[in-house]
């Protein structure tokens, strides 16, 4: 990453958890052996290792496509460790083997750069580069009819949480749009029409919000997302959903709970649900001065 304004101890932890929620949308590779920040002239480097070549390669593939560098970015950008018109370069390095020991790989000193815009959006490069297939990142030239699958959030707010403001009118007017929006975002950067896959969306950007009776807890409100997706689609983009990016630009509230279901009675989860116990630097009070929220007016941080 190059840009004066960022180094390994301001920036590095945020810029790697970036880098490890893509490498963990990559499917079909293991998680890196290591990941190293080091601060350089005008910026820095993040040297990842793999085990496998095959696993370094098939992230590579992915990273750089304009997907997969979107949804980078999009992590980065959300935690404010990507600064505006920084510039990003990604390039392998393959370990030369000896008699004695493997030579510790160095990165390229003239990366490809991708210029970042003050959005999380794709950018195009000053000179475009061919780029190989995304051959991780499978989208569907069709989708679904019906709803398929279905993401929903129980959010509390009563005496015993110091969550404000929830009641199912202020989800409507601030949660639902704030939701949308990233799953818009989400959708985009992997190719996939918004419009064909989000066809119940009459709540302000809602499919249903409705109040859970709870007599012995907190009153919660539950909002839900339909989509219209297949498999694969949907492996991704629920993936996408419950990382710590998605919950800091949606406006989740602390001490919610996420999931991630089937559209069928009963609902079957498909990835477990997180909550303030499962991710608690994310949804419980402690991650409200970065991550989640505990007032549906307030500002995004």
């Not at 749009?177 to 996939?192: F, H, Q």
């Not at 990382?243 to 800091?248: K, N, Q, V």
């Not at 089937?262 to 991550?291: C, E, F, H, K, M």
Request: with cysteine; aromatic share 8%; net charge negative.
């Amino acid at each position: 990453v190059q840009s004066a304004a960022t180094s390994c101890t301001a920036d590095g932890a945020g810029l790697m958890a970036a880098i490890s929620v893509s490498v963990s949308i990559t499917q079909g590779i293991a998680k890196p052996t290591g990941m190293v920040c080091t601060n350089v002239a005008g910026g820095l480097v993040i040297q990842i290792s793999f085990m496998l070549q095959t696993d370094a390669t098939a992230f590579f593939n992915s990273i750089t496509t304009t997907p997969g560098m979107t949804f980078f970015i999009f992590n980065a950008r959300a935690t404010d460790d990507l600064p505006c018109n920084a510039v990003i370069g990604v390039s392998t390095v393959l370990p030369v083997l000896c008699c004695t020991a493997p030579s510790v790989p160095s990165p390229s000193p003239t990366p490809t750069p991708v210029p970042i815009a003050p959005t999380p959006v794709p950018v195009a490069t000053p000179t475009p580069v061919p780029v190989p297939a995304p051959t991780s990142v499978p989208v569907s030239a069709t989708y679904p009819t019906f709803p398929t699958y279905m993401s929903w959030i129980s959010a509390p707010n009563s005496v015993e949480t110091p969550n404000v403001g929830v009641t199912v009118d202020s989800v409507v007017a601030r949660l639902c749009p704030e939701m949308n929006k990233t799953i818009a975002l989400m959708l985009s950067s992997y190719g996939l029409d918004f419009s064909k896959v989000m066809k119940s969306t009459q709540l302000n950007g809602c499919s249903v919000v409705t109040p859970l009776p709870n007599p012995t807890g907190p009153v919660r409100v539950a909002y839900k997302f339909y989509f219209n997706l297949f498999p694969a689609e949907w492996a991704l983009v629920s993936a996408a959903l419950s990382s710590e990016g998605a919950i800091h630009e949606a406006h989740v509230m602390c001490d919610s709970t996420m999931y991630f279901q089937t559209y069928t009675s009963p609902a079957i989860n498909t990835r477990a649900p997180i909550d303030a116990t499962t991710a608690p630097a994310w949804l419980s009070q402690a991650g409200a001065a970065t991550v989640c929220y505990h007032d549906v007016a307030a500002p995004l941080h």
